[in-house]
């Protein structure tokens, strides 16, 4: 139901003029002004459901290809997909595998976090991490990027 909800207003964002607050108007012609976005995607999603796994990825590119800023913060099962042969071996249904979609995120500057506690539990390593320019997380940068994603900004 939440999932729903969220993807109903995802499917909004694509299709109608945004007032929000926070970020920086944008005018797309024959379009009102949009404000830009703060989002903090968040996953626990692993190989074990190749589509569930791939959406944090896939909804964060089209959020920043839409000129929205955001940041990603893996926990769980998702850790595992910092591994470069995992990610690549994991392909959504319908999508490109997940790798490719982490390569075009570090392209674009995205910021990914790892639970460190997730990931030393799983094996994942800074190595691990590199592959995609993410780093460690913990309890204490996920407040923050909510807190981030939450903040209006006046300008």
Known sequence: ?????????????????????????????????RKSLKVMMKSAWGSDD??????PFLHGLALVEAGHEVQIFLLGEAVSLMRKTLANAVTPVGWPPVGETLDKLVAKHVPI????????????????????AAKF???TIFVSL???????ITE
Do not use: H, I
């Not at 909510?146 to 209006?152: G, H, I, S, T």
């Open 50 to 55: 190749p589509t569930k796994a791939g959406f």
């Open 1 to 33: 139901m939440v999932r729903r909800m969220f993807l109903s207003r995802l499917a909004r964002l694509a299709g109608a003029p945004l007032v929000v607050a926070g970020g920086s108007s944008e005018v797309v012609q024959g379009q009102t002004p």
């Open 146 to 152: 909510v807190e981030w994603a939450d903040r209006v």
């Open 137 to 139: 997380g913990n309890p």
């Open 113 to 132: 976090y790892a639970c460190g506690a997730c990931s030393r539990a799983r094996g994942v390593t800074e190595a691990d991490l590199n592959n995609y």
